[in-house]
């Protein structure tokens, strides 16, 4: 008995995961099999509406990635946030085919954007830009069923991998990003997020020349050691994306423990009390960084898939619920920030959106939450995360579907519902997360017993068409220490509930004890014991349109006396 995964090209290059077909890691469905539904399906629809605003229009993206530098970089995170919204909305992105058509008349006689470099040195915003056009390219090479458009863009991406980065082979494996080589970016290690267009671009032209030099460039970031003070955040984490990409592609896995050790030091030099991460690695005064939240995100999921560890799922979770879900604003756009501190205790909103720095980089985010609802290997669909969702799949010649309704992480609960004929049968394996416990799975109507957990997940099997399965947990309120020691005090704490952040949000702080009660009085309300005072998670369900005022979230509490 063995689940069929049916795989576009679309796939390889949406996720950070791909074809690897050895069988030995579960693999996303492609967006073309998913019905995202509730929560998740209002935030993508909001994301595209913000996405086809005028200001990202292709006259309006060309003048604003002219004048940062980044020559094809805007134009490639905008196309990539269509390609990926539109394709999981069922919806065509109206601008795509028009601004592919109006790039051909800036590509440099040498097949890339920007000035054509000759003898003098790279230009590391020049080759990133590059990179990210490389990304959203490759995206829309599959997505698209126009042949005359996919032949463009596939001759666009031939054209760029060649003529910047094939050409220029030894700058980028010697000292890339160093002069006299190279004319730096502003922003340390931003050469690396090259390896996150250019393993997307690899998935479809399977070129042995850009293997092989995707091979020493891996090498040559892997080997940037832990001194990363300074780095862009979002830089380090999307080479990362890139070598977990390269591993699945070739199956070259001795980079995976390289990857896990970046990932270390980004949690400890970049990561704040809500699971955000800054702009750049130890810089703790600057504001959470849209864009790294989500390659955070996507990191985390994608070296669970390549490692099986459910500690990395528990990252991603604890960085979505917090971090990202509220960076997306109720217009559907992305903005920053403040991170809680010792000297300030309150998350803030810094700005309310980034038009060009924040919100194209939502689309990847939303879409790698409903690329990570179920993922199969074989006979069994797991639920990496618990989000309103429904799949098709082929199981034995024969369609099945299994759909998800949830309200998680504000009730800890979820309902599994399968169609499909009674005859054939897979495995469920449901998250359980170090914060749950006293599980329980109800088949029917009728209780199941001693349902095992291994590796994170609980282990149903013999799961098939009709079948209802009801799974809930219980979660506690806890108290925790902060998230990072450099910027708070030994005397600070945080609460949470679940995977979510408690904050109290009303303009005077409150203190109060580490051992004070905090007493559940609805879902998604606590109330602090012998008073009035409200406390609710950060988290919360996306409501377009709503209050945009946002007042400051008190996150860390220092005391030992409950307020009256």
């Given at each position: 008995m063995r689940l069929i995964v049916l795989y576009s090209v679309l796939s390889l290059v949406l996720f950070t995961g791909c074809e690897r077909s050895r069988g030995t890691l579960p693999h996303p469905f492609p967006a073309t099999s998913l019905d995202v539904q509730a929560e998740l399906l209002n935030r993508l629809q909001a994301h595209m509406d913000k996405m086809e605003e005028p200001m990202y229009w292709p006259a309006r993206l060309f003048e604003v990635s002219d004048s940062t530098g980044y020559y094809g970089g805007i134009e490639g995170r905008v196309l990539l946030a269509w390609v990926l919204d539109g394709h999981l909305l069922r919806r065509n992105p109206v601008y795509a085919e028009p601004l592919l058509a109006r790039m051909q008349e800036r590509i440099n006689a040498q097949g890339y954007f920007g000035p054509v470099i000759s003898g003098g040195p790279l230009d590391e915003r020049q080759v990133a830009g590059n990179a990210s056009l490389l990304r959203g390219l490759s995206a829309f090479h599959g997505f698209t069923f126009l042949e005359p458009s996919r032949a463009l863009a596939d001759k666009n991406i031939r054209s760029i991998v060649q003529g910047l980065?094939?050409?220029?082979?030894?700058a980028f494996l010697s000292q890339p990003g160093k002069a006299p080589g190279w004319r730096p970016a502003p922003d340390s290690g931003v050469v690396y997020e090259c390896l996150d267009g250019l393993t997307s671009a690899y998935a479809i032209t399977r070129d042995t020349a850009l293997r092989s030099f995707l091979g020493h460039f891996a090498e040559r970031f892997l080997s940037i050691g832990e001194d990363l003070d300074g780095f862009q955040a979002y830089s380090v984490l999307t080479g990362m994306r890139g070598v977990l990409r390269f591993v699945e592609l070739t199956g070259e896995d001795a980079c995976l423990p390289g990857v896990e050790r970046?990932?270390?030091?980004?949690k400890k030099n970049g990561f704040g009390e809500f699971y955000g991460v800054h702009g750049h690695l130890?810089?703790?005064?600057?504001?959470?960084?849209?864009?790294?939240?989500?390659?955070?995100?996507?990191?985390a999921a994608a070296l669970w898939r390549a490692t099986g560890n459910p500690a990395y799922l528990e990252d991603a979770e604890l960085i979505y619920v917090n971090a990202f879900a509220r960076s997306q604003r109720p217009t559907g756009g992305l903005g920053d920030d403040h991170n809680p501190d010792a000297q300030d205790p309150y998350a803030r909103v810094v700005a309310l959106e980034l038009p060009y720095d924040g919100t194209p980089y939502g689309a990847e985010a939303l879409d790698g939450v409903a690329a990570y609802?179920?993922?199969?290997?074989?006979?069994?669909?797991?639920?990496?995360?618990?989000?309103?969702?429904?799949?098709?799949?082929a199981l034995k010649g024969k369609t099945m579907k299994l759909r998800q309704t949830t309200d998680y992480p504000v009730k800890p609960s979820a309902v599994f519902?399968?169609?499909?004929?009674?005859?054939?049968?897979?495995?469920?394996?449901?998250?359980?997360?170090?914060?749950?416990?006293?599980?329980?799975?109800?088949?029917?109507?009728?209780?199941?017993?001693?349902?095992p957990v291994r590796k994170g997940f609980l282990v149903v099997p013999g799961v098939r068409g009709g079948d209802r399965i009801e799974f809930?947990?219980?979660?506690?309120?806890r108290v925790t220490g902060p998230v990072n020691p450099e910027t708070t005090t030994s005397r600070q704490f945080r609460l949470m509930y679940g995977s979510m952040v408690l904050c109290y949000n009303l303009p005077y702080e409150v203190t109060i004890a580490r051992d004070t009660r905090i007493i559940p009085t609805s879902p998604g309300f606590f109330e602090i014991d012998t008073t009035y005072v409200e406390m609710i998670p950060r988290y919360g369900v996306f409501s377009r349109g709503a209050d945009h005022s946002y007042p400051p979230q008190q996150i860390l509490f220092d005391g030992t006396k409950i307020p009256k």
């Open positions: 980065f094939l050409a220029h082979r030894e970046l990932w270390s030091v980004v130890g810089r703790y005064g600057e504001p959470v960084d849209p864009s790294a939240v989500s390659a955070a995100f996507l990191t609802g179920f993922c199969a290997l074989r006979d069994t669909v797991f639920v990496p995360f618990l989000v309103n969702l429904e799949v098709s799949f519902e399968v169609a499909g004929p009674s005859d054939k049968e897979f495995v469920l394996q449901l998250p359980a997360r170090s914060w749950h416990d006293a599980y329980k799975v109800i088949r029917n109507g009728v209780p199941v017993g001693d349902v809930g947990f219980r979660q506690s309120i």
